[in-house]
């Protein structure tokens, strides 16, 4: 049976890079007061990781890169909108 040992980032690379990255690039420069102010936050951070930042494996090009329409083109492509 193979197990990963608590605290073995050499044997899960992937989540030890994410959280040395949300850790050196996000939650060092912040002190948070409420936990409303920290969902906030980090909210924003995961949207702009997510969208903008480049990433090297990716050659440094953003992951999921927001896209804009001109407003006549959602109706030729058949997208709706739904009212919020």
Known sequence: MCSITPGSPWENGYCESFNGRIRAELLNGEIFYTLKE?????????????????????????????????????????ICQMDA
Do not use: C, D, F
């Open 38 to 78: 920290a969902q906030v936050v980090i909210e924003h951070w995961r949207k702009y990781y997510n969208t903008k930042r480049p990433h090297s494996a990716l050659g440094y090009r953003p992951p999921e890169p927001e896209v804009m329409l001109p407003n006549g083109m959602k109706e030729t492509m058949g």
